[in-house]
């Protein structure tokens, strides 16, 4: 039943695709999942059978061939995949939903006919935005560069990260812009699979085994005008109304999945284990009672946190149907409480698998039950970028100090920390470094002369 599932925030539709999905957990998905964890498998299947029922379309416009659905049911979408199926699926979709939401902020009939109205074929897309020297900065592409070249675009990019890295049919990517001005000069270009530089299957990592996040690059890949996403200069807009958003709606959406996949297995354990020396089955005891109500008050709190967000970004894009202009925002908005519901549900996930692997005792520890998957796959939640630490003091530095302390682009100094500094010099400690920042002045304006 779905006495403990927040049902009065999804349509008639939209449980009939919950429905649905369930189904295919049930008969394929899951069975896959097994397969994927062991032998380091990318889910191709899982995605096809997605495909086949129109959910790698479901945020696209019916008149592309999608289920014109909205940011709600993609976030029951993604958890439901997560809880009854594969997580590993679920962040491939999640990397793949967020490349289609990119290229449907800036529609071209040239990318709608190549990449949008095929999805349905088993067309799988992902997101590459990391880089080997910026961490969980993902934002800040400092491996990567585009040239304007034969009326198109030669590009060049790394990335340390990248979900279905070596699967994925087209990838969606940001590098730094042709005539770069700075780090909120970023473009975005959608790249085939052929230019694609991967080891795939050297994944090997504690969770998510089946996601094939390696290192790939695209070395001086010559692609038409017609590949880029967008006018150039449009990255830093793009990662605030379409990749941000939708990732973390969706990556949240996972995390909360997997706290309530590893409910189920519990309560289905502990209600059939059976004490027999003491007449009581592990759920009678009140202390795994109050371990299971305590996951199941606090993932909900955490699922109605993200779908409320969904909600909020439904509403300011008219149920994802607005088309925005480039530099208008309508998701980017709610940005500060995206970041937010990443946190709290990678959070909670992490809790709530650990006491239901208490709940399920020396059981829950075996492979066979599943439980110490969903544990395993759990935790990518908090280090995935940008990791919890990140979100963290980003939310903090930002209520006490306002959003534009944090600087994303690393374009403001701390005239504070310089000044401070500077007061340690002796004399010729300021004179030396005076004639090293004249230096640097006369170098960058013969580069780029003064605006009058």
């Known amino acids: 039943g779905y006495e403990w599932d927040p049902e009065w ?29 062991d032998e380091l498998l ?13 959910f790698l379309a479901l945020t696209v416009p019916e008149e592309y061939g999608g289920l014109g659905e909205n940011h709600v049911a993609f976030a029951m979408t993604c958890e439901t995949i997560a809880r009854y ?36 074929t088993g067309l799988i897309g992902t997101l590459s935005y990391s880089d080997p020297e910026t961490g969980s900065h993902f934002w800040y592409p400092v491996s990567s560069n585009a040239r304007r070249e034969n009326g198109g675009y030669r590009i060049s990019k790394k990335a340390s990260w990248t979900t279905s890295g070596g699967f994925a049919d087209f990838y969606v990517l940001q590098t730094t812009s042709p005539d770069f001005k700075g780090y909120d000069d970023l473009s975005v ?36 005008g017609e ?55 592990v759920a009678d005891y009140p202390t795994i009672q109050d371990y299971v109500g305590q996951a199941v008050m606090e993932t909900n709190a955490s699922r109605l946190f993200v779908l409320s967000v969904a909600k909020a970004f439904d509403e300011a894009t008219e149920n994802n149907t607005v088309v925005l202009e480039p530099g208008v925002l309508a998701r980017g908005n709610f940005l500060h409480w995206a970041w937010q519901i990443k946190f709290i549900a990678a959070q909670n996930t992490a809790k709530v698998v650990d006491k239901m692997l208490h709940a399920c005792g020396g059981s829950g520890y075996k492979r066979d039950m599943e439980l110490e998957r969903y544990l395993r796959d759990a935790k990518a939640g908090w280090v995935m970028g940008p990791t919890n630490e990140v979100l963290r003091q980003f939310v903090g530095k930002a209520v006490l100090l306002g959003f534009e302390s944090l600087d994303y682009w690393n374009q403001s100094y701390n005239r504070r920390a310089v000044e401070n500094e500077t007061k340690k010099l ?27």
């Open 227 to 281: 590949q880029i996403v967008g006018p150039e200069g449009d990255g830093a807009t793009s990662n605030d109304e379409a990749v941000d958003p939708w990732f973390l709606i969706g990556s949240s959406s996972v995390w909360n999945g997997l706290a309530l996949g590893a409910i189920d297995i519990a309560k289905r354990h502990t209600t059939r284990k059976k004490h027999v020396d003491v007449g009581l089955r």
């Open 189 to 224: 270009f959608v790249v085939d699979k052929e230019f694609c530089e991967a080891q795939p299957s050297l994944w090997d990592a504690l969770g998510l085994r089946g996601n094939q996040s390696g290192a790939i690059s695209f070395t001086d890949v010559e692609i038409p």
């Open 9 to 37: 925030l999804l349509t008639d539709r939209q449980r009939e695709l919950r429905d649905t999905l369930i189904e295919l957990c049930e008969t394929e998905m899951r069975v896959n999942a097994k397969r994927s964890d």
């Open 85 to 120: 199926g594969c997580a590993s699926t679920a962040m491939c979709y999640v990397m793949h939903m967020g490349a289609v939401a990119a290229i449907m902020l800036r529609p071209t009939d040239e990318l709608v006919d190549k990449y949008i109205r095929p999805l349905n």
């Open 42 to 54: 990318f889910p191709r299947r899982n995605l096809e059978l997605l495909g086949e029922h129109g």
């Open 426 to 452: 002796d004399a010729v400690g300021k004179r030396e470094l005076a004639e090293q920042l004249l230096s640097e002045a006369q170098s960058q304006e013969a580069k780029e002369p003064a605006k009058a």
